[in-house]
């Protein structure tokens, strides 16, 4: 049962579970326990399973290891202490895992000293009191004569006694020396070394601290998973960021296979704020003979003060260039820097965070040189750890990051966090914002820098809903195959087991509860080899599966070889060098390549370039002096705006909508803005501004009024869909819309999506009422499976699922495979996983994690439900010029096109072209 | 309908071979059999289709052009550089078992990846050799991946080769469709025509993206004339005028 911890416990109840040497260096080192530490010590202590959800900086970390330690400290005084890992510690960052170390050792470390001192005075109290016994002793024996035997005996005893408590002879308790504690800790990932691992698998630490990855090769590692029997305490720190992708999903599995082994161990989960919280605990814990194990949850307060503003770079955005926004915008945020000690800027993108390094040294050189560094993540490991640590020695003024320096490593003294453009969500907000004040106690600054009007409102709900702690909810990914596949090649590795039991594990972890046994058993026909004939079985069978027995097991000598070098689930990213001639200039996404036709221009590092040809995974372009791109900027690596803050975004609209029907006084609408959102003068004027316009000029849109504004453009007609429920969701709605579309007229249609809404575009008639008739919640999924299959995203994220479920092996034989060669050798496999049956398991993942992960299927149901239940109002509305709302629809939409055509019938119809052409000359 | 420029007035496209009807001579080329087992080899779980698919293709072909005198391949029948793995071995052997009952002669050009192709060029109606001429019509046909010195090469007027994997990518807005193509040129005066690949697991290498490797063809290629194969042969005229 998932339970929530109201009651919290007092200083007094807490120091008296503790050991005395903990509890002195709790005392000594803090006034008191944090808030989520008085909930959660006593539970943990207990051996509750137990998640923590609080803020950076709140004594997360001790809230989990305060219960270990103290019962490592009393097992290491009582001598009970064995060589085996009691605790471990999980956490998706690398970078976090050494911090961590750091942050254990130094309590450690110094209750050694306390422990060394006390053994000290009780060793120097022992001799003292046993020279007080000999000097009685002998002052007797000097009288003994009139000394009685009863009582020269007694003395005897009580010296004995005295020497018997550590069953030492008193000339041996004389030598006596203090022992230590040693409690070990290692961290083990990655980068741990062939002699660390040796010294590791002697002297084994009770504290292990390592990610999910390095988790599932000790556990396939034969001597060393032994470590792991009776272990007591499993910690997943960042659970947040584990939780809604699939390295969660592979580490639940890791966590049952672990609990196997040790299967009173006690999950602790330490999280961020996010939402729903109970839907972590569910993760975190997993389930038991098909019920949900046991989990406390502690909701912490925020103790510190939430300082929040959404400020703009100009009053408002009315009649300005972007050049004009871009002057405002660096003169405001080097004002921002000069206030503050230490600021850390957030962008959307890496590209961005480079972009305003550069600007920022251009326009202000006396303010910034070396004081400035950008942090993301395609920069150097070096860089990164350089800057880390240059900003806790206080030696930068600024930093900006993208999203790598979001989770928790320690990063020093930050007194302003500034978010560039929206963060999409308010939890990542939240976690963005978090980074400042990382001490108790103090307060946590941020702004939010709006660089259009859109923007602000969406910056405007978002701070509302930060403020009243209005957390967007994130989603588990449900049943992700090829993370089974790798898995279950783990376990069939690790000893010939029945297939029905791995079952069984499978489904205690959370994400694979809702397993069919029909797909689990697809995944083990798969890994057997059994969609190729049998004289081929042997070259792609991974396991063997004897359906008499039901036994599965490993095949072949390489399989641990090939299982250890190939575990994770982060695909690599592919990204494509662009060159002039052998100069290098930077790289651009994979799929922007794929966008690309000769003569494109487009923005690279501030620069135009002209795309010449492509050669593997290098670009050839040459400089296009100021010229104008014609490929819009790509957002692959844009946030998509969460479905719950974009609903309340709606709700926004619809407020002030309603308001300007009831033709209520500019000074009312002015006063609700002001109440509902927290925002300042410029921004409630601004608001009220683009509210009115859209209003006059068209209608509003708002979560219960879908707006879709037709216009037409030459011979183009647009139907732009006002749907405000985040990309994920508008990704779903707008490609079912442009499938039904294309069948309709038989042709392509053009799509452009945001989180705002979507833009579907032709060259004839557009027949909306009947495409939105075809369209039903009921369908959609169907609808979907179809709109997608040609599409460059399923073929991308085949090739993950690929990798993942080690069709394709990215490393082999001391090889390993570049993203684009992975790419190249996906491509081949697809179309002829397709011909085996259409319907491969790994195909079929590659579906729903397009659909479930990447869009929003399940909440662009509800919309349609909504449509069909007429809780959402569809109203069909003609314009001349697109509405203020469908401006930025059109600028920033993400272009791509439903292809309806099938490839011959393209060929004929641009043959048909070419022979006119040919004729006519 | 079919009265769409001809690639030459002796010989026709069928598929992805080239006919020459009074001659009863097919030239296919790049089969590349036993590229799935390469992949495996690099970890790269790929299910076998090659062979099957080219021998369908080939049997359509065959229904048209009825019995050959010859069917000459311009190179790499199989994949693998340097040795023959056993899946090439067994496949090769089918392949030109079943192309001798369709032919009364197979001429093997020696592709790069032919190196070690002796044991099976023992095969009794084989012929395995650097390049073949045909002496009356003045056609030298070569695999393509290095320009020999020879006396045929002064004679011949065509020269007809494989080796580079001819594709186009069409493009329309942001519409993107990769097809295998034959392309006919000039190289020193001469004919130049390259056939695409037999081989169905790739498109090939698109000549108007990529540098490319044959020597024949580091030159410009705008005036390239391109001829597409699909369910027919499309005739697209020159590159320089489709591709803009």
């Given at each position: 049962m998932i339970s929530f911890q109201k009651e919290k416990y007092s200083e007094k109840q807490i120091h008296s579970m503790l050991n005395p040497l903990l509890s002195e260096w709790f005392k000594e080192k803090f006034d008191s326990f944090t808030e989520p530490q008085k909930y959660s010590i006593p539970n943990i202590h207990n051996k509750q399973n137990t998640l923590v959800s609080a803020v950076t900086g709140s004594g997360k970390t001790l809230s989990a290891f305060t219960a270990v330690l103290n019962e490592l400290i009393n097992l290491s005084e009582n001598n009970q202490l064995e060589n085996k890992v009691y605790a471990v510690y999980i956490?998706?960052?690398?970078?976090?895992?050494?911090?961590?170390?750091?942050?254990?050792?130094?309590?450690?470390?110094?209750?050694?000293?306390?422990?060394?001192?006390?053994?000290?005075?009780?060793?120097?109290?022992?001799?003292?009191?046993?020279?007080?016994?000999?000097?009685?002793?002998?002052?007797?024996?000097k009288n003994k004569k009139q000394l009685k035997n009863k009582e020269k005996e007694s003395i005897k005893n009580k010296i004995k006694e005295k020497e018997l408590v550590s069953g030492k002879t008193l000339s041996q308790k004389q030598k006596l020396k203090p022992k230590k504690l040693d409690i070990r800790i290692g961290v083990r990932t990655g980068d741990t070394t062939q002699s660390e691992r040796a010294l590791m698998a002697r002297k084994v630490p009770h504290i292990l601290i390592t990610t999910p990855e390095s988790l599932a090769i000790m556990l396939n590692a034969p001597k060393f998973r032994e470590n792991f029997r009776e272990s007591q305490w499993l910690i997943i720190d960042e659970i947040h960021a584990l939780a809604n992708n699939k390295r969660g999903s592979h580490l639940s599995i890791s966590m049952e296979r672990l609990q196997k082994l040790s299967p009173k161990i006690t999950r602790i989960g330490l999280s961020a704020t996010i939402a729903p919280i109970k839907e972590i605990a569910r993760f975190l814990v997993g389930l038991e003979k098909g019920k949900t194990r046991n989990c406390r949850i502690i909701e912490a307060k925020l103790e510190k003060k939430l300082n929040l503003k959404v400020l703009s770079p100009l009053p408002n955005f009315i009649d300005v260039t972007q050049e004009q926004v871009q002057e405002k915008l660096y003169e405001l945020l080097d004002k921002l820097i000069q206030d503050h000690k230490t600021t850390l800027i957030f962008t959307n993108t890496r590209s961005a965070t480079e972009r305003i390094v550069h600007h920022l040294k251009e326009k202000f050189p006396k303010n910034y040189s070396a004081n400035i560094d950008a942090h993301h993540s395609s920069l150097s490991r070096t860089h990164r750890l350089n800057t880390e640590e240059r900003l806790k020695k206080g030696e930068l003024k600024v930093v900006v990051s993208s999203t790598s320096l979001e989770l928790g490593i320690d990063i020093g003294f930050i007194d302003l966090v500034v978010l560039l453009g929206s963060p999409k969500s308010v939890a990542r907000a939240l976690q963005r914002v978090g980074r400042s004040g990382h001490k108790l106690h103090d307060e946590i600054k941020g702004r939010l820098i709006v660089m259009d009007r859109d923007d602000l409102i969406e910056c405007s709900v978002l701070l509302k809903n930060a403020v009243e702690h209005k957390i967007d909810r994130i989603q588990v990914p449900k049943n992700p195959l090829d993370v089974l596949s790798q898995q279950i090649y783990g376990i069939a590795i690790e000893e010939s087991q029945k297939v029905e039991e791995v079952y069984q594990l499978i489904i205690q972890a959370y994400p694979f509860s809702s397993l069919k046994r029909s797909s689990f058993y697809e995944i083990i026909d798969y890994l057997s080899g059994k969609f190729t004939s049998l004289e081929n079985r042997h070259v792609y069978a991974k396991i063997w599966f004897d359906e008499e027995t039901g036994f599965i097991g490993k095949r072949g000598k390489m399989a641990r070889i090939i299982y250890m070098t190939n575990i994770g689930t982060i695909p690599d990213e592919a990204r494509v060098t662009v060159k002039i001639k052998e100069h290098k200039i930077g790289s651009i996404d994979e799929g922007f390549l794929e966008r690309l036709k000769r003569g494109d221009v487009f923005i690279l590092g501030g620069q135009s370039y002209e795309f010449r040809y492509a050669q593997g995974m290098t670009a050839q372009v040459i400089t296009a002096y100021q010229r104008p791109p014609t490929v819009p900027s790509w957002f692959s690596e844009m946030l998509p705006l969460s479905f719950d803050l974009a609903l309340d975004i709606g709700k926004f609209r619809e407020l002030i909508g309603q308001k300007f029907k009831l033709k209520k006084p500019e000074k009312e609408i002015k006063n609700l803005i002001r109440k509902y959102v927290y925002v300042e003068e410029n921004a409630v004027n601004a608001?009220?501004?683009?509210?009115?316009?859209?209003?006059?000029?068209?209608?509003?849109?708002?979560?219960?009024?879908?707006?879709?504004?037709?216009?037409?453009?030459?011979?183009?007609?647009?139907?732009?869909?006002?749907?405000?429920?985040?990309?994920?969701?508008?990704?779903?709605?707008?490609?079912?819309?442009?499938?039904?579309?294309?069948?309709?007229?038989?042709?392509?249609?053009?799509?452009?999506?945001?989180?705002?809404?979507?833009?579907?575009?032709?060259?004839?008639?557009?027949?909306?009422?009947?495409?939105?008739?075809?369209?039903?919640?009921?369908?959609?999924?169907?609808?979907?499976?179809?709109?997608?299959?040609?599409?460059?995203?399923?073929?991308?994220?085949?090739?993950?699922?690929?990798?993942?479920?080690?069709?394709?092996?990215?490393?082999?034989?001391?090889?390993?495979?570049?993203?684009?060669?992975?790419?190249?050798?996906?491509?081949?496999?697809?179309?002829?996983?397709?011909?085996?049956?259409?319907?491969?398991?790994?195909?079929?993942?590659?579906?729903?994690?397009?659909?479930?992960?990447?869009?929003?299927?399940?909440?662009?149901?509800?919309?349609?439900?909504?449509?069909?239940?007429?809780?959402?109002?569809?109203?069909?509305?003609?314009?001349?010029?697109?509405?203020?709302?469908?401006?930025?629809?059109?600028?920033?939409?993400?272009?791509?096109?439903?292809?309806?055509?099938?490839?011959?019938?393209?060929?004929?119809?641009?043959?048909?072209?070419?022979?006119?052409?040919?004729?006519?000359? | 309908m079919n009265k769409e420029k001809k690639i030459l007035s002796n010989a026709e496209i069928i598929d992805l071979s080239l006919f020459f009807p009074k001659e009863k001579i097919l030239v296919i080329t790049d089969l590349h059999l036993g590229y799935e087992e390469a992949l495996i080899k690099q970890g790269t779980f790929l299910p076998r289709f090659n062979l099957k698919d080219s021998i369908n293709k080939l049997k359509k072909i065959f229904a048209k052009t009825k019995k050959l005198n010859k069917i000459i391949i311009l190179g790499d029948l199989k994949h693998e550089f340097g040795f023959i793995s056993e899946q090439e071995w067994r496949e090769v052997i089918q392949m030109l078992s079943f192309l001798s009952e369709n032919s009364k002669e197979i001429i093997l050009l020696k592709g790069n990846h032919d190196n070690i192709l002796g044991p099976i060029a023992k095969w009794k109606n084989l012929t395995l050799e650097d390049f073949f001429f045909l002496e009356k019509q003045k056609i030298l046909f070569l695999h393509g991946d290095k320009i020999l010195s020879l006396k045929e090469f002064q004679k011949a007027k065509t020269l007809i080769i494989g080796h580079e994997h001819p594709a186009v990518t069409l493009t329309e807005e942001t519409k993107k469709e990769k097809f295998k193509c034959f392309i006919k040129g000039k190289y020193k005066k001469k004919d130049l025509i390259v056939l695409p690949s037999f081989n169905t697991t790739t498109e090939g290498t698109d000549i108007t993206q990529k540098k490319l490797l044959s020597p024949f063809l580091k030159q410009n290629l705008g005036n390239f004339e391109v001829w597409i194969t699909a369910d027919k042969t499309y005739f697209f005229g020159k590159i320089k005028d489709f591709h803009s």
């Open positions: 956490s998706p960052l690398r970078a976090l895992n050494n911090d961590i170390k750091r942050n254990l050792l130094e309590p450690l470390n110094e209750i050694e000293k306390k422990f060394e001192l006390k053994q000290k005075q009780e060793i120097a109290e022992t001799k003292k009191e046993i020279n007080k016994l000999k000097k009685e002793l002998k002052e007797l024996e608001i009220y501004e683009y509210f009115k316009e859209q209003f006059l000029f068209l209608e509003m849109p708002s979560q219960k009024k879908l707006l879709i504004e037709v216009f037409s453009e030459g011979n183009m007609r647009h139907a732009i869909f006002h749907s405000l429920y985040g990309r994920r969701v508008n990704d779903a709605l707008s490609r079912a819309y442009a499938f039904a579309l294309s069948k309709l007229i038989h042709k392509d249609v053009e799509l452009s999506i945001t989180d705002n809404g979507f833009v579907l575009s032709v060259n004839t008639k557009l027949p909306l009422d009947k495409m939105l008739k075809s369209v039903t919640s009921s369908e959609l999924k169907k609808i979907l499976v179809f709109a997608i299959e040609k599409t460059e995203v399923l073929n991308r994220r085949f090739r993950h699922c690929a990798v993942r479920s080690l069709m394709i092996l990215r490393s082999y034989k001391g090889r390993t495979k570049t993203a684009g060669r992975q790419q190249m050798a996906s491509r081949l496999l697809i179309s002829a996983v397709r011909r085996i049956d259409n319907n491969f398991p790994i195909l079929n993942e590659a579906r729903r994690e397009v659909l479930e992960d990447l869009m929003d299927i399940e909440n662009a149901e509800k919309v349609l439900q909504g449509i069909e239940s007429g809780l959402i109002e569809t109203k069909i509305i003609f314009s001349d010029i697109p509405s203020p709302f469908a401006f930025n629809l059109f600028l920033q939409g993400r272009m791509d096109v439903m292809k309806m055509e099938d490839k011959i019938q393209f060929l004929k119809r641009l043959h048909e072209q070419i022979q006119e052409r040919i004729k006519s000359k | -």
